[in-house]
Antibody, heavy 121, light 110 residues
Framework: QITLKESGPTLVKPTQTLTLTCTFS??????????VGWIRQPPGKALEWLTL???????RYSPSLKSRLTITKDTSKNQVVLTMTNMDPVDTATYYC?????????????WGQGTLVTVSS | QSALTQPASVSGSPGQSITISCTGT?????????VSWYQQHPGKAPKLMIY???NRPSGVSNRFSGSKSGNTASLAISGLQAEDEADYYC??????????FGGGTKLTVL
């Protein structure tokens, strides 16, 4: 059974760096074809894809946010970490992590419950 | 990369069929058979409904189907049920080796 859970601060100040952790179980990020991605959703708005990391450490980033994002994995802890720098109120959103690999190489087939991050002074 | 284009809303009566479109470019939808569809109920995480244009994950009702023609992908739902009322998002792989979502479509079951 695959599960994922996001954790991190619920409130950050403008210009600060956000660090979110996705802790997962039921799969290994060392298995060929497996990946973990991050997606966010501002309140009342659409999903926005941010980044993903594959089992072979291949990393992909949204072109519009690439300069602010870093994704890393710790396979021994079954965790993926998202770092986003220079946070702004427009970055207020629910941040989701998701598994890739049971339904092709690009579809997010299992999702975490999401964590709401508010950016405010 | 620009978000894929979806209608803001669609509606249908119970038992009817509806289709939601997702329009991109030859650099995303039209260039790859890597289109996915997600269903999201209020306050819940998205759920994968269709992957690789037309494949259904295990456990997803066969009332849901996907297709693609040129730069436009479509999600069809037959035999509408009240529980189908939700937001639906498409997603595609892109020529930049990234992913992109659509703007979302709110489905109302009348």
């Amino acid at each position: 059974q695959i599960t994922l859970k996001e954790s991190g601060p619920t409130l950050v100040k403008p210009t600060q760096t956000l660090t979110l952790t996705c802790t997962f179980s039921g799969f290994s990020l060392t298995t060929s074809g497996v990946g973990v991605g991050w997606i966010r959703q501002p309140p009342g708005k659409a999903l926005e894809w941010l980044t993903l990391i594959y089992w072979n450490d291949d990393k992909r980033y949204s072109p519009s946010l690439k300069s602010r994002l870093t994704i890393t994995k710790d396979t021994s802890k079954n965790q993926v970490v998202l770092t986003m720098t220079n946070m702004d109120p427009v970055d207020t959103a629910t941040y989701y992590c998701a598994h890739i690999g049971r339904a092709g190489l690009t579809a997010q087939d299992y999702w975490g419950q999401g964590t709401l991050v508010t950016v405010s002074s | 990369q620009s978000a894929l284009t979806q209608p803001a809303s669609v509606s249908g009566s119970p038992g009817q069929s509806i289709t939601i479109s997702c329009t991109g470019t030859s650099s995303d939808v039209g260039g790859y058979n890597y289109v996915s569809w997600y269903q999201q109920h209020p306050g819940k995480a998205p759920k994968l409904m269709i992957y690789d244009v037309s494949n259904r994950p295990s456990g997803v009702s066969n009332r849901f189907s996907g297709s693609k023609s040129g730069n436009t992908a479509s999600l069809a739902i037959s035999g509408l049920q009240a529980e189908d009322e939700a937001d639906y998002y498409c997603s595609s792989y892109t020529s930049s080796s990234t992913l992109v979502f659509g703007g979302g479509t709110k489905l109302t079951v009348l």
